[in-house]
């Protein structure tokens, strides 16, 4: 590693380090915790971009996998059944939870041809919220749409991360606590990513994208390589849920709507399919985004005196144009991926 | 019986509404090998111009007969423009692009007319002007409304009316020469574009037609109500065979009937732990059962995966 790269590293670890304390202190606790959904987003972009940007499979149905991992948290860390298993356990079970579930679906459908998985996935989505939904008959599974509220906050080993500690004269906050967390989990995550996207799954996960028969005929197994990725981004999904199970503190089958699918596949898309960099600067941008369309709700109010566009339908309809202009006219997205750019660009 | 009966009436009614959607999917996917995510916004978009067309038009005092006719009118020409404007802007540029970008240009698209759609009609339910007569014959102890008559008689004609156009008319054979083989197609003298838009069209006339069937069945329309619709009508494709015709109208009587069946039984079947609230899921057990022991569907041909 040459000097000037890990003096860049330093820098960089340090701005992460200070900026959840300097947010707090500048703009106080609310920002912070749209930096630590910013993380949460990062994480499942990056799971989904294992599947989009680098097997090259449409998955339209990616906050399913979240949901498994949001309500086996939930379910086995509440009063709902009164069990209150340890973070250590629930979040790999909810990611390997969240990955079987991708194989399941993705058995039938990954030998087939690639748009029948993005309508099964598509599909599996609204599926698995009508379950969510129904599940509290005749025997109380999921609490219906109430959904299971009261779960333990995130807990490692004595250590609360649900209230205030004090540290050498600081108080670090809940938020803040989190924050640390789900870096952990981020740059896990990134280091993955990284190692698979060069080693010879993440070379054979390219070549299937690229071209599938050329690929299969070359000896790769391909349907199982899929498989791989595909449950691969799932248990990003499944991990990114348990963590936003322990910090809400609440889920219900409405925070897993299409809607999300679609904003995280935006972020995958809008930043650049295949590229970590893009992948996370894609996520930070459309997780920050809403808190501006906010601003852009109040602007409506005060110039025009009446809310014509709802600031949440702005937003969807954003994402939409987002993704039918980026496929249009960069589809390489704003921070390619090198191999990529030289694909569309000759 | 009677029960059972009846819920084939139902099916049969939601299978013929099921039918004209696939058959859009499976035109646009027999001819350029594409799913058009949007097609089930378009259903939406025809039923919720219907929907305002004839309470505009029966509210100024227009016999009802005429106002459901200008309502059926005002959705067609608005779902084929909506359908010619998809294609020119979201699939044509990227027909030489890599697979993904066309599904992902699509499911923006179908996000987009959602929205567009809630900033218009709002995001409430609407529902159908009840103008339409309520009559019903009684046969059998099985009873048909007059719309459920309407709605498959209807059907039945239109479905008629493309196999004829497909098989019989220059236009016809275009989209099956395309279909076939484009480039080849094209030496031969057929515009391709041409008749990749009009496939487009046509299929959007159809799917105007389903949605005015739809909010007037169940008396209400609703934004997203496109969406589980559209997802639906692509497994009755699927069911069928993707790309052939016959086998859309089949799925999605199958379908339809399926699914009325279903949800009739399920409560007695599991002794009571599923209710008719999982109804929407039969279709997706449908469509990936299909996928796993019957990938290429009814009267689907074998499909080989082009190099």
Known sequence: MGRSRSLGLAVVAIMLLALPFVTDAALGHSWVRILDFALLYVLLALGLNIVVGYAGLLDLGYVAFFAVGAYCYGLLASPHFDLHWPLWVLLPMGAMLAASFGVLLGTPTLGLRGDYLAIVTLGFGEIIRIFLNNLNTPVNITNGPQGVSLIDPLRIGPW????????????????????????????????????LERSRIGR????????????????????NLKLLAFAMGASFGGLSGGLFAGFQGFVSPESFTLQESVMILCMVVLGGMGNIAGVVLGAILLSVLPEALRAAGSLQQDLLGHVWVDPSNLRMLLFGLALVLMMLLRPEGLLPARARQRELHG | MDI????????????????????????????????????????????????????????LGWPVPLAVLAGILAAMVLCMTLGFVIERVAYRPLRRAPKLAPLITAIGLSIVLQQLAALIWGRGYLSFPPVLPSASIVWGGVIITAIQGVIIVLAGLIMAGLLVLVQKTALGRAMRATAQNPAVAQLMGVNTDRVIALTFVLGSALAAVAGVMVVSYYNVGHYTMGFMLGLKAFTAAVLGGIGNLPGAMLGGLLLGVVEALGAGYIGDLTGGFFGSNYKDVFAFMVLIGVLVFHPNGLLGSRAQEKV
């Not at chain 1, 054979?204 to 349907?223: N, P, V």
């Not at chain 2, 004209?20 to 097609?39: D, K, Q």
């Open chain 1, 160 to 195: 609360s991360l649900g209230q205030v500690h004090h540290l050498g004269g600081f108080d670090v906050p809940v938020v803040v606590n989190v924050y640390f967390l789900f870096l952990l989990g981020v740059l896990l995550a990134v280091v993955l990513s990284r190692r």
């Open chain 1, 204 to 223: 054979a996960w390219a070549a299937i994208r690229e071209d599938e028969i050329a690929a299969a005929s070359m000896g790769l197994h391909t349907r």
């Open chain 2, 4 to 59: 059972f009966l009846q819920q084939l009436v139902n099916g049969l009614t939601l299978g013929s509404i099921y039918a004209l959607v696939a058959l859009g999917y499976t035109m646009v996917y027999g001819i350029m090998e594409l799913i058009n995510f949007a097609h089930g916004e378009v259903v939406m978009v025809g039923a919720l111009v219907a929907l305002t067309v004839i309470q505009g038009l029966s509210g």
